[in-house]
């Protein structure tokens, strides 16, 4: 696996289970409400990662308590690894990162799911983003938006393109320190 930096906190796993509740919602909306049932719905994942957390191995502990290393399982899964199971699913997923290995381990996160339409793209997520804008026909599609990078590296006019969309629900999450 590729090496992905440990991050995050408690704040990571509150964002995470968040984001659990409100896809599975959206999805739901726009395969139950007859006026919304005709779009296309996509899930797009800039500054996608590898679809994991990664943390230090539980070691010998996860056979002493029952449930830990299920329990574990779960806490490590992403954002991307989360919206891939979402039910009922997106359309569409359409997931950007610039780094050559982490794209690997995105495409095998993504054949273990081959019923779903699942885009990996390399590349850096704003040039991928205005593409994406660009490609999008606002008349038929919906999508969300998951926007988490490493800090301030999302381009105003890509902010600016998704919002002219009006057909994207965007999640944008940024570092906030404060000492």
Known sequence: ??????????WTQQKLEVLSKYLPAYTRIFRKNPRAQFYTTSYVDAFA????????????????????AEAEEEFRKGS????????PPFDKYVLIEKNAKKCRELKALAAEFPEKQIEVIQEDANSALLKWCGNLNTHHERAVVFLDPFGASVE??????????????????????CN
């Open 1 to 10: 696996m590729t090496h992905q930096n440990e991050f995050g906190g408690l």
């Open 49 to 68: 990662g590898t679809g994991v957390l990664r943390r230090p191995a539980l070691g010998g502990i996860a056979k002493l308590i029952p449930g830990i």
């Open 80 to 87: 991307v690894r989360r919206a891939l199971e979402v039910k």
């Open 156 to 177: 105003w006019s890509v902010l600016s393109a998704l919002a002219k969309t009006r057909a994207v629900d965007l999640w944008i999450l940024f570092p906030y320190f």
